[in-house]
């Protein structure tokens, strides 16, 4: 993925043609009028730093009714940014169709932006039908749709919890993050109060999954140079501020995201989702929290050996809660792991889309959504290749009642080098334990410049390429002159003359070979513009039986 760069991925679509929000009650009780929720559209706001949440919430037992609570979703997916030098992702799309199918699962009432390319669609027929443009104004349809939803489920006594979704481009301009629609940027603030905050909801969780994504809660201010600022000069703004929201950001500083081709997805979404599916569920509550999330992905990283290619989440939970998501209304379609069978895992579908990966410790038993019965899905065990067909039907299936099968597809490729380390060391209980959130980073904008520079890179290079070729053509003119003046002197040409023609000949060699070389110069150096990558090279070598072969790879 060329340098990968902030967070969003809004679900599009409801789920029906119905009056009102289809709305998921997990208690019989009557419901209660909700006590002075907050006017619509406001978050909540309190100190103007919000520090991250040390101690970990009690969660309630497995079996326990939650409240009487209603989910929504916005997700978006932009592959191809607002801005020309913006390479294109190639699974943002991906990334948000499979929240798509994942929202669905726990009920929530869901709308999807993205443009699907043909093989996402071909792999996703329900987002494919749904799916609007990720543009301006399909975003502000969206979010009124979903606002109505809300409204009408706080009116009627439900709480109502709202996730918002990111995956595709972000970056920072003059300190203030951004993430791109296809016609224009997102900036921090219209994030905060056109989305997040018009929404309305009791509360918000903010995933996104985009380069330099911490600095859309978090900013140094206006004119960012790229040098780490003061300890404590660290600054909340807008949604780090609000109560209501909840942060899980790809990013803890000023880092680029990544995505990878075994994963046909992005890294940090791929192991968030897994997480959601319930593989980071811990204490086998039911509920993953903001600790078990941030937790799970970097017990999944840990292993690469790589710092640049290692995400570092940022996690903070709203006030007065750390729950992320509550996985019991999906949780009646499960299928069930022994603590006993601690092993590294992936549960795919039929067609090879990684619906969940996981590596769970020993004694560390799961339990995990489960998609609707409309094909077949398979867990494969990594480390011996063993894969196991899931039933359809019951419901409720373990792992301890699957035969297994050899593994149908097995995995080959150069895209090892890194990213095969995740999901290598086990997670568990003990790894939630000891993990504590890290302290706000020192924010290391890039260079306002830096970006123009790159920016400008492809007329100038054009540029330098016209003015290399106007240059040997000169040159060349010259060379030709020079060469008529030379033919032109014949023995009856008298001495005067011929030494007058000589001195012309030779300046006209002299100006022809500084032309040639000015000429060669721009060349070189318009091509070195548009070519030259954007980020940091990473040198690769291959060898098998046929040959062997060295590279570079970079973002072009």
Same mark, same amino acid.
Do not use: C
């Given at each position: 993925m060329s340098s990968r760069h902030l967070?969003?991925?809004?679900?599009?679509?409801?789920?029906?043609?119905?009056?009102? #929000?289809?709305?998921? /009650?997990?208690?019989?009780?009557?419901? &209660? #009028? #909700?006590s002075a929720p907050s006017a619509p559209g406001v978050p909540r706001v309190s100190a103007p730093e919000t520090l991250l949440a /040390?101690?970990?919430?009690?969660?309630?037992?497995?079996? &326990? !009714?939650?409240?009487?609570?209603?989910?929504?979703?916005?997700?978006?997916?932009?592959?191809?940014? %607002?801005?020309?030098?913006? #390479?294109?992702?190639?699974?943002?799309?991906?990334?948000?169709?499979?929240?798509?199918?994942?929202?669905?699962?726990?009920?929530?009432?869901?709308?999807l932006l993205a443009r699907l390319d043909d093989n996402t669609r071909r792999l996703h027929p329900q987002a494919a039908a749904e799916a609007q443009d990720p543009k301006r104004a399909e975003l502000a349809a969206a979010v009124k749709r979903l606002s109505e939803d809300i409204a009408l489920a706080r009116s009627r006594g439900v709480e109502a919890v709202a996730y918002v979704v990111y995956a595709g481009h972000g970056n920072v301009r003059n300190g203030e993050g951004y993430v791109s629609l296809e016609d224009g940027p997102l900036t921090a603030p219209m994030l905060s109060d056109q989305v997040v905050g018009a929404l309305g909801a009791d509360r918000v969780h903010l995933i996104v999954d985009a380069c330099y994504s911490y600095f859309l809660a978090y900013s140094r201010g206006p004119g960012g140079q790229r040098r780490p600022l003061p300890e404590g000069f660290t600054r909340a703004v807008g949604l780090a501020q609000a109560d209501n929201v909840g942060l899980l950001l790809s990013t803890s500083s000023a880092r680029e995201s990544h995505e990878w081709?075994?994963?046909?997805?992005?890294v940090f979404n791929h192991e968030v989702r897994s997480g959601l599916f319930g593989a980071a569920d811990a204490d086998g509550d039911g509920q993953v929290s903001y600790r078990e999330i941030a937790a799970f992905v970097e017990r999944a990283n840990a292993a690469i050996p790589n710092d640049r290619f290692r995400p570092q989440v940022h996690a903070r939970p709203p006030k007065?809660?750390?729950?992320?998501?509550?996985?019991?209304?999906?949780?009646?379609?499960?299928?069930?792991?022994?603590?006993?069978?601690?092993? %590294?895992?992936?549960?795919?579908?039929?067609?090879?889309?990684?619906?969940?990966?996981?590596?769970?410790?020993?004694?560390? /038993?799961?339990?995990?959504?489960?998609? !609707? !019965?409309?094909?077949?899905?398979?867990?494969?065990?990594?480390g011996d290749a063993t894969e196991f067909p899931v039933p359809a039907a019951p419901d409720v299936?373990?792992?301890?009642?699957?035969?297994?099968?050899?593994?149908?597809?097995?995995?080959?490729?150069?895209?090892?080098?890194?990213?095969?380390?995740?999901?290598?060391?086990?997670?568990?209980?003990?790894?939630?334990?000891?993990?504590?959130?890290?302290?706000?980073?020192?924010?290391?904008?890039?260079?306002?410049?830096?970006?123009?520079?790159?920016?400008?890179?492809?007329p100038v290079g054009w540029s330098a390429l016209a003015a290399g070729a106007a240059a040997a053509g000169v040159g060349l003119w010259s060379t030709l002159e020079a060469r008529d003046l030379r033919d032109g002197i014949t023995p009856s040409m008298s001495q005067a003359e011929a030494a007058s023609r000589n001195r012309r000949i030779r300046s006209l060699n002299t100006r022809g070979g500084l032309l040639y070389g000015l000429g060669g110069a721009a060349a070189l150096g318009g091509a070195l513009l548009l070519l030259w990558p954007r980020g940091e090279t990473v040198p690769l070598a291959t060898a098998s039986p046929?040959?062997?072969?060295?590279g570079v790879a970079g973002a072009f």
């Open positions: 967070l969003l991925a809004l679900l599009a679509a409801g789920t029906a043609n119905a009056s009102g #929000p289809a709305v998921r /009650s997990t208690s019989a009780a009557a419901p &209660s #009028p #909700p /040390s101690g970990a919430a009690t969660p309630a037992a497995a079996t &326990s !009714p939650a409240s009487r609570t209603a989910s929504f979703a916005l997700i978006i997916g932009v592959n191809r940014g %607002h801005e020309p030098d913006q #390479p294109v992702l190639r699974y943002a799309d991906d990334d948000a169709a499979r929240y798509l199918d994942l929202f669905r699962l726990l009920g929530a009432r869901t709308y081709e075994a994963f046909q997805a992005g007065g809660s750390e729950q992320l998501v509550d996985l019991r209304p999906g949780l009646e379609r499960r299928l069930e792991v022994d603590g006993s069978k601690g092993a %590294h895992y992936v549960l795919e579908d039929a067609n090879g889309v990684r619906l969940a990966e996981f590596h769970n410790a020993p004694g560390q /038993s799961l339990r995990l959504l489960r998609p !609707p !019965p409309r094909g077949p899905v398979f867990l494969w065990r990594v299936v373990s792992l301890d009642s699957l035969s297994a099968e050899p593994v149908r597809v097995a995995s080959r490729g150069a895209a090892h080098t890194a990213f095969q380390h995740i999901f290598t060391l086990p997670f568990g209980q003990e790894s939630v334990a000891g993990f504590q959130f890290p302290p706000l980073s020192p924010l290391m904008p890039p260079e306002p410049g830096a970006r123009g520079l790159w920016a400008a890179r492809k046929d040959g062997a072969a060295l």
